[in-house]
């Protein structure tokens, strides 16, 4: 064991337990507005389907605060949370001893980054 | 009353592995875990335990009752009218009896210096405000009992992981304005069986008898490791 002789090696987890927690707060705050308006609202006929209009939804994702609004709301409903779920995934297979170690890890982070870039892609092209 | 409580035992020069005893004590509204323990070892004098202070200071006697860290001093029969179970720490080795090895708990403790890190010169003392004191002193109430460890998942997983009490005790000395010792510090927590290994299960605080709440201490230490990263990457590699 060690006693402070020789350093340990810094891990890498502060970047994947900031994503984490980013996605946290967006999962906590973002999404459950995003869910009610889109997914409960809407087809209850609460909102006017003129509101989700295509003219109205391609101006607030391409063109509104610079074009930017899209890229943030890509960014906090769909890459952030990503990060957040696939850390959970990651730490529960290690917690029920199925899967730990770099491969675990790769796939995990790499589904989030595999996915965030396709969304950030379809928000581009 | 007489009451009937669980004990496992285990000697390692006759057993192979543990097994359960049933006893029975007298037990009145005062009488605590530690006195029933102490009653049954008057009835078979080869029944080992620790204890020393009898009043939650020493953490010496710390015991599983049904499954939860407690310790055996603060712990009282009339809380627990459908019977006790009464088992080693659990994340420990059982050396006899209800006797744990904590060599493991002490090193953990060590690792991370927990000590007063100050290299000013003189005899002056070292003044504090209130102030000062408040924001370290909840974490500096630890009894080295080792409940949180017994209470920790991932040190029962992990018993590399630096664990609770003693990443408390680091955030303890960080947070002291007395200390200079954060920069030797910090790559133990840094580290991935520093404060990365918790996953903020946070039972180690409910056990913890005297409030330390090592859980959210490490993950304070979590926001520095976290500073701390961003801080190195900073720096040329040689003054990492
Ligand atoms: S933090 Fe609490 S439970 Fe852990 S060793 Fe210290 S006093 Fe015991
Ligand atoms: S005997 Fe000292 S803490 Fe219980």
């Known amino acids: ?125 | 009353m007489t009451q009937t409580i669980v004990i496992a035992r285990y000697n390692p020069e006759l057993d192979e592995k543990p097994h359960q005893e049933t006893y029975q004590v007298q037990s009145d509204d005062n009488t605590s875990v530690l006195d029933a323990l102490q009653q049954v070892q008057q009835q078979d004098p080869s029944f080992s335990f620790r204890w020393s202070c009898r009043m939650a200071i020493c953490g010496s006697c710390g015991v599983m009752v049904n499954g939860v860290p407690k310790l055996g001093c603060q712990t009282f029969l009339r809380d627990y009218p459908v019977g006790l179970v009464i088992t080693p720490l659990s994340n420990f080795a059982v050396e006899k009896d209800l006797i744990v090895n904590m060599e493991p708990f002490l090193e953990h403790l060590s690792a991370i210096k927990p000590w007063l890190i100050n290299t000013a010169e003189g005899t002056q003392p070292h003044v504090q405000t209130p102030k000062q004191l408040a924001k370290y002193q909840q974490f500096a109430n630890c009894i080295n009992c080792g409940l949180c460890y017994s209470a920790c998942p991932q040190f029962g997983l992990n018993p590399e992981f630096r664990g609770p009490a003693a990443l408390a005790l680091a955030h303890r000395y960080n947070l002291d304005s007395r200390d200079q010792g954060k920069a030797q510090r910090m790559p133990e927590l840094n580290a991935k069986n520093g404060v990365w290994t918790c996953t903020f299960v946070g039972f180690c605080s409910e056990v913890c008898p005297k409030k330390v709440d090592p859980a959210a201490a490490i993950n304070q230490g979590k926001v520095e490791s976290a500073k701390d990263m961003i801080v190195s990457a900073f720096k040329p590699t040689g003054a990492r």
């Open chain 1, 1 to 125: 064991m060690n006693n402070g002789t020789k350093q340990p090696k810094r891990s890498d987890e502060p970047i994947w337990w900031a994503l984490f927690s980013a996605g946290g707060v967006c999962f906590a705050v973002l999404i459950p507005g995003v869910l009610l308006s889109l997914a409960v609202l809407y087809p209850l006929g609460l909102i006017s389907a003129e509101m989700l209009s295509y003219e109205r939804i391609h101006f607030m994702v391409f063109e509104a605060f610079f074009g930017l609004a899209g890229l943030a709301f890509v960014g906090a409903a769909i890459c952030l949370p990503l990060f957040h779920a696939v850390h959970r995934i990651h730490h529960g297979l290690h917690d029920l001893q199925w899967a730990h170690g770099p491969v675990a890890k790769v796939i995990c982070y790499g589904a989030a980054i595999l996915m965030s870039a396709i969304a950030l892609g379809l928000w581009i092209f």
